[in-house]
């Protein structure tokens, strides 16, 4: 085909999209592709629940350090839009309260921090105060039906859920900053834990990639005190992020 | 409630408009052909993968690591392309051949059972494909008509089981390896496939593994018990972890001690 007549064509091509837009209005994306499109952690999060989906790692998303909802909404659709023949509860766990205090001193986060919102959201402006029902309108615009959200600090809500109503988790995603805060989550749900659950760490990075700091320091002393799991280092992503795959040895 | 599908996604109106831009759609490409995106663009755009080949080639091109680009498990011909494609933007002025090695036969069996992957399994098309139907049969045609709807030069395809294959072209007409694709699920191939490349493996080669964390990620099954033994049999190489990719993916490169 010549040049000119592809331009042609292209221009055609494009009048027709425009009237059709003038019509019928334009094309929204949804919301949640809207997220997951300017969410550099999406990929990895997909890929999570792709491998435990092929892998039939057995058990529920769940999620420590919510926030304002939304890499929960993204774990829920990359489950759901797979039409998964495994149902899997989500399942969020905060206090919803901001941080707790830490031996750890971070130049950003200090007690407190996190209770009000600090980065774009669909629903809420930055600034306002984080509670569950930002988490549960979210889902509800998104189209996604309701997540399980567990208030209270990790060690009780955990304690109350896991393993009596939530017995096995497939993937894990710790996102709560704080070393004390990551212990208490991998003693909450060690009876939960599965040969291949994938463990997704967003702050692994953090304190300036120390290792003796916050969640690596927490998941290294939670593998030196056992031995029955393997950590598989599975991908870096985003900017602070690690995963890895819990193996049985 | 655990959720297994989701409801109430769209309103009767956003259906309505929804159909109303089909059909519109529709008559469009009627009238004026529909709308061509390269058939590597869209490969490219649907494959998880493609970024970390492209960057895999511009590596073992930068490095000049010399030697030819082989596949072990070539399935529809994609990967390969892509490969082929990512030497293709930019050689940098290295000469290499694309091989492919597969029985088109589908998966042999093996001692460790996989959750999904069963014998016989990869012998028919199981996902998305420019030029081959969901379920048709995997031949080297496929892969041969794939190279030549991209305008890729034709790889070098060899048929059969990989202890026969490989032994008769390695190292006599491929002498070096640059670039190895090790994507055969299962640690009986990829042990066969990495024994019989030994000789032609270049100090620098990039090894990449498609299913490296199949078997729920368990370092002694599959692909990742098949390269820790091939390390302990061979000493003088050490392997550099290079990145995990996509789902199931690992790549190393090889450096000789």
């Not at chain 1, 993937?171 to 009876?191: N, T």
């Not at chain 1, 120390?210 to 870096?236: C, H, I, M």
Request: proline share 7%; hydrophobic share 40%; with cysteine.
């Amino acid at each position: 085909m010549s040049p000119i007549v592809r331009s042609a064509r292209r221009r055609l091509r494009r009048t027709l999209s425009l009237a059709r837009d003038a019509v019928v209005g334009r094309h929204v994306e949804a919301t949640i592709e809207t997220i997951a499109r300017l969410d550099r952690r999406w990929p990895v999060f997909s890929s999570a629940v792709e491998f435990v989906a092929v892998e039939g790692i057995p058990g529920d998303i769940v999620e420590c350090g919510v926030f304002t909802g939304l890499s929960l909404a993204l774990l829920a659709h990359a489950h759901l839009r797979r039409e998964p023949e495994t149902p899997r509860l989500i399942v969020g766990f905060d206090a919803f309260e901001g941080l707790p205090p830490s031996t750890d001193e971070h130049p950003m986060w200090k007690t407190g921090s996190l209770s009000v919102n600090a980065w774009d959201h669909p629903l809420l402006p930055i600034g306002e105060p984080v509670t569950p029902d930002a988490t549960r309108r979210l889902f509800a615009m998104c189209g996604l039906p309701e997540p399980r959200l567990e208030v209270g600090w990790f060690a009780d809500t955990l304690r109350a859920t896991v393993p009596s109503s939530i017995s096995q988790i497939a993937v894990l995603h710790i996102d709560c900053d704080l070393y004390e805060s990551a212990c208490d989550v991998l003693q909450g749900v060690r009876p939960a834990l599965q040969d291949g659950t994938i463990v997704l760490f967003d702050d692994w990075f953090l304190f300036k990639g120390n290792p003796s700091k916050g969640e690596s320091r927490a998941f290294g002393e939670f593998l030196a005190e056992q031995s029955e799991w393997d950590a598989v280092p599975y991908r870096t992503y985003g900017t602070c992020g690690r995963a890895f795959i819990l193996s049985s040895r | 409630m655990r959720l297994a599908s989701r409801r109430g996604r769209h309103g009767r109106g956003d259906l309505v408009r929804q159909l109303i831009r089909r059909g519109a759609r529709t008559l469009r490409d009627l009238a004026i052909g529909p709308d061509e995106v390269p058939i590597m663009t869209q490969i490219i755009r649907r494959d998880d993968r493609a970024s970390t080949f492209m960057c895999a080639l511009d590596y073992i091109n930068y490095e000049r690591i010399p030697g030819d680009v082989l596949e072990f498990g070539v399935f529809t011909g994609l990967s390969l392309a892509i490969l082929s494609q990512g030497h293709a933007f930019d050689p940098k002025g290295m000469d290499r051949r694309f091989v492919g090695f597969d029985s088109f036969a589908g998966l042999p069996s093996s001692a460790d059972a996989h959750a999904r992957w069963q014998p016989a399994d990869c012998a028919t098309n199981h996902g998305w494909h420019p030029r081959l139907p969901f379920g048709a049969r995997v031949t080297p045609e496929v892969t041969r008509d794939l190279f030549a709807a991209c305008e890729l030069p034709e790889p070098e395809l060899h048929v059969g089981a990989f202890v026969d294959t490989i032994a008769r072209v390695v190292p006599s007409r491929h002498p070096a390896i640059a670039l190895a694709h090790l994507d055969c699920d299962l640690y009986e191939s990829t042990r066969d496939a990495l024994e019989a490349s030994a000789p032609a493996l270049q100090d620098g080669a990039m090894l990449m593994f498609d299913d490296w964390f199949h078997y729920r990620g368990n370092p002694r099954k599959g692909q990742s018990r098949a390269f820790s033994e091939f390390l302990s049999a061979h000493p003088e190489w050490i392997a550099t972890s290079y990145r995990t990719y996509a789902t199931f993916c690992h790549a190393f490169i090889l450096s000789r001690r």
